[in-house]
């Protein structure tokens, strides 16, 4: 009688690493997941990850995009799209404020923005525009926003802005590239398993390594989501080391169900930690259970306030973290 189980595949292993690029590869696919799981890596890795970008400018003088500036080499258009291509690593969750101000004859670059304690600047010899006239001065507002995926300026510009703002097409995923490849390997008797290679290009602001890592955890916890219905609601009520350490009890079990089906959004948290949870694809009260206390901790963008604050909103309701 032939194996009626889909056989597991091998954990990634690392073919090529460095700070910006990483080749990694997987083997012992059944037939036909190597394009399954790597068509559905790729798209996560694209458009999940979050990063930085400029959603916005103010240029002092100027009211649209379409416009000249005297003593400028570029027109405002150019300078716009040259401040598309600027890379950018914030330590902040709010949108931070930067200021290109040069004066005189002189090539620009993104090192021209003023320097921030939020706000790196990863590519600071990107050229930007020419100042052609020695009294001519460029005076930029530039505000910074974290983001996933890709944002079109018209969606931005559905948010409330500034009057003589421009907004820009923000590109916030700090991917610069993602490919893959399948090809056919022996795994006992059969010769069509696959075995899966994923070459991944970033900007710096993320390993490719951590971006694979992070993609996986997204489409674990995404399918999760799908199949949660079928799964026991059971979560530790007191700390591992407690004696009395449990399962909820069948009385509050409906009720405890409920909330665990709670939207994060939807919970009294400030907006800094809502924003965090969810950043970390964190959805429901159901996948916030399911962390340990160290793994809340590790969350990018919440600090020991605000997963103190996390832990009194489930022991309210009866839950303890691991």
Known sequence: MS???????????IIEEGDKRGVFEIDGLYPGYGHTLGNS??????????????????IKGVNHEFSS???????????????????LETVSDEPQTLTLKVKGIKEVTAGDITKSGQVTVLNPDLYLASITDK?????????????????????????????????LDARFSPIERVSYEVENMRVGDRTDFNRLKIAIETDGTITPKRALEKSI????????????????????????????????????KEEMEDFLKTRIESLDLSARAINALINANIRTV?????????????????????????????????????
């Open 3 to 13: 194996d009626q189980h889909v056989l597991l595949p091998s954990k990634p292993k």
């Open 69 to 87: 500036m005297s003593g400028l080499k570029e027109d405002v258009l150019t300078l716009v799209l040259n401040l598309k291509k600027v890379r």
């Open 286 to 322: 159901g996948g916030l259970a399911r962390k340990k206390e160290k793994d809340i901790l590790s969350i990018e963008g919440l600090g020991a306030t605000s997963v103190e604050e996390i832990k009194k909103m489930l022991l309210a309701n009866g839950i303890t973290l691991k």
């Open 41 to 58: 890596l790729r798209r996560i890795i694209l458009s999940s990850l979050p990063g930085a970008a400029i959603t916005s400018i103010k």
């Open 135 to 167: 009294n001519v001065e460029l005076d930029v507002e530039i505000t910074v926003e974290k983001g996933l995926g890709y944002v079109s300026k018209e969606v931005l510009q559905k948010e409330k802005m500034d009057i003589g703002a421009i907004a």
């Open 217 to 252: 955890e997204i489409m674990i916890n995404q399918l999760k989501a799908i199949v949660g219905f079928k799964e026991e609601s059971r979560f530790l009520i007191e700390d591992e080391s407690s004696e009395e350490a449990g399962e909820v009890s069948s009385e509050n």
